[in-house]
């Protein structure tokens, strides 16, 4: 299993960013796949998950309505549209993944891509 995040950089205060995570090793549709962050100083929370072969949907609630998470199978490639993104948002973002994991919990996930910086900052 292998994931590879990438999309980050630097934004100005409502601007936009796309994350893209590309799985390999693994069929992604029936994984629970998401984008978790880790800000400096602060423990790694679950941003965003879809979950396994039914799609369902997760979101922190300091996201919704901003970000936007979607999985293109045919790809085996997870993307996270983040719209209106604010100083808070600024972190390391994680695409993370697991076969059985139901929760948006960093805990519960058992393969882990690297990091991408967000930064949101005027």
């Known amino acids: 299993v292998q994931l590879q995040a990438s999309g980050g950089g630097l934004v100005q205060p409502g601007g936009s960013l796309r994350l893209s995570c590309a799985a390999s090793?693994?069929?992604?549709?029936?994984?629970?796949i998401g984008w978790f962050r880790q800000a400096p100083g602060k423990e790694r929370e679950g941003v965003s998950c879809?979950?396994?072969?039914?799609?369902?949907?997760y979101y922190t609630d300091s996201v919704k309505g901003r970000f936007t998470i979607s999985r293109d199978n045919a790809k085996n490639t997870v993307y996270l549209q983040m719209n209106s993104l604010k100083p808070e948002d600024t972190a390391v973002y994680y695409c993370a993944t697991d076969p059985v994991a139901r929760l948006c919990a960093p805990w519960l996930m058992g393969y882990w891509g690297k990091g991408t910086q967000v930064t949101v900052s005027s």
């Open positions: 090793g693994f069929t992604l549709d029936y994984y629970t």
């Open positions: 879809v979950y396994g072969s039914d799609g369902i949907t």
